[in-house]
């Protein structure tokens, strides 16, 4: 018996496929007249700058017969509501005080982070680099540099990770980004694609959306299949940082997790080898908490430590850097750089 010939369905994946009673008007032209002037200035894409025909190009539009269908790429990355059409596509970011996930130490919630992909990696990405605090060390040449809790790098390959590889089938979870004391974990709906385990994850190269991936690599976030994780691997081993952890949760969550650098490595070794052990407390306090007042710092190290000792030990942080102070008088408070 003949076999039935492939389709040309049956030939997309699920991110290239069209939605029945989508047309044009889902998408935001001026987003699509943007992109195409990044992608082609970036020298990512050199093809036909007509909209429409980019969008056919790159599966963002299918044309049947005379209609035109947006795919499930054009709604998420040039769409006006993407979640209209993807209920619970959207991000949230919970930042927790300790180190698991309590909820009485909760400091932050943003729930619901919607928009286009690329507008959630805007917000995901503002966030964390609000929160990664720096330091500084000297190299070979007695240069100073900027270093950070986690290397930039990092914090963006594992956002872009997970909105590239998310399961948009999935419209009941939303993905998740928890920020902790000592650690930052990236909550994945849908698992790894198929065919990928965590022991061979560095090995097989595998997109779950590889139209949506075109549209990132095309715009700068990604330069090819299967590099971002590498570059976290390559990135945390040359800055002598804990491993990244991955774990495929039942098929159902993929998570990565990263550490953050030792507070010792964070600064000058030779200036931190200098604080004294309440000014290394107290760092660790405002790790902790964020802004701090004199009257937490004294509750937190002890009725016997004089708030003019504080106090000592305070200036001393500052004249090193390693704190500022945020209003005056009664409201004054002190955290990290």
């Known amino acids: 018996m003949k076999e039935p010939n492939l389709t040309l369905q049956q030939l997309q994946t699920i991110d290239s496929l069209p939605i029945s009673g989508t047309s044009l008007d889902v998408l935001d032209m001026e987003r699509v007249r943007a992109h195409i002037a990044s992608a082609t200035k970036q020298l990512r894409f050199n093809g036909d700058p007509d909209p429409i025909a980019y969008l056919i190009r790159s599966r ?3 044309k049947e017969g ?6 499930p790429t054009g709604i998420l990355a040039f769409g006006h509501e993407p979640q209209r059409y993807f209920a619970n596509t959207g991000v ?12 009485i130490e909760v400091m932050h919630i943003e729930r619901s ?32 540099v900027e270093i950070y809790e986690y290397p930039p790098v990092v914090l963006r390959e594992l956002s872009v990770n997970m909105i590239a590889h998310r399961d948009y089938r999935d419209l009941y979870t939303q993905a998740i ?18 065919g990928v385990t965590i022991d061979r994850l560095l090995d097989v190269q595998r997109s779950r959306n590889p139209a949506l991936f075109a549209l990132l690599f095309e715009r700068g976030f990604i330069e090819g299949v299967g590099q971002g994780l590498d570059t976290v691997v390559a990135t945390l081993a040359q800055a002598k940082m804990r491993p990244a952890e991955f774990e495929d949760i039942n098929n159902a969550f993929f998570v990565a997790r990263v550490w953050r650098r030792p507070i010792e490595t964070l600064f000058q070794q030779d200036i931190y080898a200098q604080l004294n052990v309440r000014q290394k407390e107290m760092i660790e306090i405002m790790r902790q908490r964020g802004e701090v007042t004199l009257g937490t710092l004294k509750d937190m190290l002890g009725a016997d ?14 004249e090193h850097g390693f704190i500022k102070v945020i209003g005056r008088s009664r409201n004054t408070r002190y955290c990290l750089q």
């Open 113 to 144: 982070i919607g928009g286009t992909v690329f507008d959630q990696i805007a917000s995901i990405e503002a966030y964390l680099k609000a929160h990664n605090r720096r330091g500084m060390t000297i190299e070979g040449g007695y240069e100073r």
């Open 92 to 103: 949230n970011i919970v930042h927790y005080r300790g180190s698991t996930p309590n909820s």
């Open 60 to 62: 963002c539009m299918v």
């Open 305 to 318: 430590i004089s708030s003019r000792q504080i106090l000592r030990d305070l200036h001393g942080l500052m």
């Open 177 to 194: 980004v928890k920020v902790f004391d000592n650690h930052i974990e990236w909550n994945n709906p849908g698992g790894l694609p198929e």
């Open 66 to 71: 005379a209609e035109l269908l947006a795919t």
